[in-house]
């Protein structure tokens, strides 16, 4: 069905893996927090402390949790930013704008769990309410530019989680994870 991607590139490259850390403990040597699993380790330190050796060997892996931490960021900026517009009835936003964010920061967080569906969701949620709310309430329109850069932080988390799990599946499977 689908081809698999670069199988031959940097994935079978050597990744430095936790050659210290127990078979069921991985460890983060930055933070100390433990994982079952190398490739969950390696997630974490990638996106909480950018030093994940496994990231800099395979750039579509790093790529891809770069995208899917551009619009698990974007998904919480907006989440808060609806929260706080909504508080104050700025762009026409109320109450209902607060059912709207709650969606959305659910859906923000299946992508940070690289869920490709709610990556999709979270996408075109964004665009169709950004296009509802332009439609009823015009004054809004200035908001179409950032809306724009959500929407674009937004489509990279559904080609991160894509990316990724392509990834993953062309990656002999972790121990534990
Ligand atoms: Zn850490």
Redesign the pocket.
């Known amino acids: 069905m689908e081809t698999v991607p670069h199988q031959a590139g940097g994935l079978n490259a050597p990744a430095g893996g936790p050659g210290t850390a127990p078979a069921n403990a991985f460890v983060?040597?930055?933070?100390?927090?433990a994982y079952d699993g190398d490739f969950a380790l390696s997630y974490?330190?990638k996106v909480?402390?950018d030093t994940d050796p496994l990231a800099a060997a395979t750039p579509g892996y790093g790529n891809a949790l770069s995208h899917i931490r551009n619009a698990v960021i974007a998904g919480f900026v907006s989440t808060a930013l609806t929260v706080v517009f909504a508080a104050t009835g700025f762009m026409g936003m109320d109450a209902w704008s607060l059912i709207d964010a709650t969606i959305i920061l659910g859906l923000t967080i299946g992508v940070w769990n690289r869920n490709r569906g709610c990556a999709i969701a979270l996408f075109v949620v964004w665009v169709l309410e950004k296009l509802f709310q332009f439609v009823s309430a015009p004054g809004s329109i200035v908001g179409i530019p950032i809306a724009i850069a959500f929407a674009v932080f937004f489509y990279q988390g559904i080609s991160g989680t894509f990316e990724y799990h392509r990834w993953r599946a062309a990656r002999p499977p972790a121990e534990g994870g």
């Open positions: 983060c040597p930055e933070c100390g927090k974490h330190r909480v402390h």
